[in-house]
Nanobody, 124 residues
């Protein structure tokens, strides 16, 4: 069982930065792939970024490449999403997710555990 708690959301002006954090519990954290998803009002939950377990390979949706960086600290059981050059279209609730080592990193169905979400609002 894994429990996830996000933090770090807030209101920021376009062009600004935020760093989201996700604190995880569980004994096998390092073996899980970790992902960030987001959901804007009236829209589906979309993939943002993912990072593999021990290897640490990363994956991003095209619209955030070069602006967002996902990282993890297995010793602290933490996952981070550094978001730079934020745009109004990045406004959404951001969710942290943990999944097993198989399946597509881009699909929400591959993740077994979810946090409660943290709101990110980017004003123009």
């Amino acid at each position: 069982q894994v429990q996830l708690v996000e933090s770090g959301g807030g209101l920021v002006q376009a062009g600004g930065s935020l760093r989201l954090s996700c604190a995880a519990s569980g004994r096998t954290f390092s073996s899980y792939a970790m992902g960030w998803f987001r959901q804007a009002p009236g829209k589906e939950r979309d993939f943002v970024a993912a990072i593999r377990g021990n290897i640490g390979s990363t994956y991003y949706r095209d619209s955030v490449k070069g602006r967002f960086t996902i990282s993890r600290d297995n010793a602290k059981k933490m996952v981070y999403l550094q978001m730079n050059s934020l745009k109004p279209e990045d406004t959404a609730v951001y969710y942290c997710a943990a999944g097993g080592p198989s399946g597509s990193y881009y699909s929400s169905a591959s993740y077994d555990y979810w946090g409660q979400g943290t709101q990110v609002t980017v004003s123009s």
